[in-house]
């Protein structure tokens, strides 16, 4: 059939585009221009559907419906027009669009939202950024160290590894960053430590609020695989009971709302005395803070210590080793009437050669400690019975139950009595002015700091310390503290929103929200995946928006 020179070659509509795409049916619908002149010699060029019928043996072209003038049509109707068409279409328009796209590179996505987001919040983006622009560096090395952080938290690994990790993570910045840009960075931040811990803990009080006449110190240790950098790498008392390995003290000073504040790093073989003088010393020069009390954790007292502290007129409320220490035996013989605090806790107050001390009882650990050394006895009993002293003798949580006079061997009733004496009890000493159930609830919140420190050497992985150079090492410790920062504000955010979900799953739903870049005509799109599990979860603690499926990128 021949056509008028206003009509289109006959296209099958779903696929007008594409001429190269066979037609299947002579009686589908096309779309074709039909062109008036009008009296000045312009031209109006207006788009129709039309069918083909048959109509006494003859196909004819009927129109269904007409789109308009063409100009208006392309202005974006035909585009709505078109799309809202297409997912009618079964199978060959989708593939005709599938095979204009072109997808350029999936990448993780959810971990740096967030991140990014907190970075931004606690002021450390703009707190090295400004100190970038007071020299004459020009090189991405604030986008160096934040990859270093995102990457402890992400994804541990050494910082030749960090350089390929960046490929799997979309942010358009870390293109720019090269291997030297990273060791570069280690060192501008361990120029710059105490600037940024003082500003950081500036932006993080005024953030949340802190309370900071209440502070957490302890410390932990870390070893290395090698020797180390001499004069910090030293060998001492190993936390990881590798007392074969050289090793580090790195020390954490925590708020009571378990915000880290800043850190420490000791060589190996430095007492726990000197690591509390360095960080008072800090907490009053450099942080200006007046009236500070310190709450450490059992394992850090020693006579020495707390003599020095209060030589020091220094407030402090610490944990004592309750079996190792003559005085707790004796505090535990005072009477007097326990102080209910909380439903699990009751306190009372000893003093004792001019120290005090307060007694937290727990009636639930109690229950359980008692439970726990009658089951010790009824194995101790039976034992003895069927197999001799002899088989006692090497296991001391039962040989202490044991009353032995010569061949004789009988259980000790009286060392059973004493034993029930600290049954869920704990011990604490203090030279603060706070009431006992202030202090015990202080001593309580030590667990943020003792998580903190999990999360140091775990999570966070401190070790193992791929740099031999004391200050590359102190950078290293650096990036990881600045890493629990940013984990500790997030617990901070999804405890104020009250939400439940595990960290460890919310992280994992995290990295598994990808970006997906794509382009089509010449457009580049990023796309994302669906919200996986609870990952929505995050962004609603922070009270960021997730971002649109679609968003057109140039």
Known sequence: MGLSKNVVPRIPFVVFEYPMLPCYNDYAMFVRTKTFTNKDGTK????????????????????????????????????????????????????????????????????????????????????????????????????????MVLNRISDPLSKRAVNEWINEIYRPAFKELELHHFYRALDFLILHKETIELELFEQTKNLFNLELDLVFWDTTSTYFTGNGPEGLAEYGYSKDHR??????????????????????????????????????????????????????????????????????????????????????????????????????????????????????????????????????????????????????????????????????????????????????????????????AEAALAYKELWRLERAFRELKSTLDLRPIYHWKDRRVRAHVMVCFLALVLESAFYRYLKLAGSQVEYLYLMRDLKNLKAVELTLEGIRYLCRTELPGNAFQAFKALGIGVPNHVIIIN
């Open 44 to 147: 109006r060029t207006y788009l129709q559907i039309v069918e083909g019928v048959r109509e006494n043996g003859k196909v004819r072209q009927k129109v269904v419906a007409n789109l308009g003038r063409i100009e208006d049509a392309q202005s974006g109707s035909l585009d709505r027009l078109i799309e809202s068409l297409a997912k009618f279409s079964k199978k060959r328009w989708v593939q005709a669009e599938a095979a204009r796209l072109m997808v350029l590179e999936a990448k993780e996505w959810g971990t740096e939202l967030i991140f990014r987001h907190l970075w931004e919040k606690l002021g450390l983006a703009a707190i090295i950024k400004n100190l970038l622009e007071k020299t004459e560096i020009t090189s991405p090395l604030d986008e160096a160290i934040y990859a």
């Open 243 to 436: 007392s074969d390995r050289v090793q580090i003290i790195v020390g954490v000073l925590m708020t009571r709302e378990g915000i880290p504040v800043a850190h420490q790093v000791f060589p190996g073989n430095t007492a726990d005395i000197e690591t509390f003088k360095k960080v008072i010393h800090d907490t009053r020069t450099r942080f200006l803070l007046r009236r500070v009390i310190f709450v450490a954790d059992r394992g850090m007292v020693s006579p020495t210590l707390l003599d020095e502290l209060d030589k020091e007129h220094i407030e402090y409320i610490v944990g004592v080793k309750m079996r190792r220490m003559q005085a707790v035996a004796e505090v535990l013989k005072t009477g007097g009437r326990y102080k209910e605090v909380t439903e699990n806790l009751k306190v009372k107050e000893v003093w004792h050669d001019a120290n005090r001390y307060i007694i937290c009882y727990n009636p639930m650990e109690a229950e359980h400690d008692r439970k726990a050394r009658e089951e010790i006895v009824k194995k101790l009993e039976k034992q003895l019975s069927e197999k001799g002293l002899k088989s006692m003798l090497s296991n001391s949580g039962y040989s202490r139950f044991l009353k032995i006079s010569g061949a004789n061997v009988a259980v000790d009733q009286k060392a059973l009595e004493e034993d029930a004496r600290y049954d869920g009890k704990y011990v604490l000493r203090t030279n603060s002015q706070l009431d006992t």
